[in-house]
C-alpha cells in the first residue's frame, strides 16, 4: 500500500462504534485467563495504593524512596504536547504528551493549567501527577464497570 505525503501507512483510526462492540467485557476481568492474558494496557492489576507509589516517581522528579528511576530530560518529555485533539475512541477532546494527558480546559475541569499530567483507566480510575506540588493522587473503585470513562451502573 503507498501513501500519500501526510497519510498513514497504518491502518484507519478504530471508531468508538468499533471499540465498544469488540472490546472485553467487564464481566470476563476477573477471570484467570484475563489475569493471565498478555493485553499491554488492558490487564494492569493493582490498587490505588500500589499505582500511587509508582507513579509518584513522577511528580517527585524521578526519585523513588531515595532511588533515581527517571532523569529530568524524561520527564519533561512527558510534557511535549503530540496532540491535542478528539480522541477517536472516547470522543472527547485530550492534550497529550508522551504517555499521559495533560489539562485541557472543558475535557477534565477538576484538573488545573500547569505541570500536571493524567490518564483514567476502564471504569474509572483516574491518576494525576502533579510535579509543582509534588503530589499525586489516584483512585481505583472496588468493582470493575462496564463504563470507559466512568463507571455506568
Not at 102 to 122: A, E, K, N, S
Request: overall charge neutral.
Amino acid at each position: 500500500m503507498s501513501t500519500q505525503p501526510g497519510e498513514s501507512a497504518l491502518a484507519p483510526a478504530v471508531s468508538a462504534t468499533e471499540y465498544a462492540v469488540n472490546v472485553v467485557r467487564a464481566v470476563a476481568v476477573p477471570s484467570t485467563a484475563s489475569g493471565h492474558a498478555d493485553m499491554g494496557a488492558l490487564n494492569g492489576h493493582g490498587n490505588a495504593r500500589s499505582l500511587a507509589r509508582i507513579l509518584s516517581t513522577i511528580a517527585l522528579g524521578g526519585e523513588s524512596k531515595g532511588v533515581r528511576l527517571l532523569n529530568s530530560a524524561s520527564i519533561d518529555m512527558i510534557f511535549d504536547e503530540q496532540n491535542n485533539d478528539v480522541d477517536l475512541v472516547l470522543g472527547v477532546p485530550f492534550r497529550r504528551g508522551i504517555g499521559y494527558a495533560l489539562p485541557r480546559l472543558g475535557t477534565v475541569p477538576g484538573i488545573p493549567d500547569g505541570r500536571i499530567c493524567f490518564w483514567g483507566g476502564w471504569g474509572g480510575s483516574m491518576t494525576e501527577m502533579d510535579l509543582v506540588r509534588r503530589m499525586t493522587f489516584t483512585y481505583m473503585m472496588n468493582k470493575m464497570g462496564p463504563g470507559i470513562i466512568v463507571y455506568d451502573s
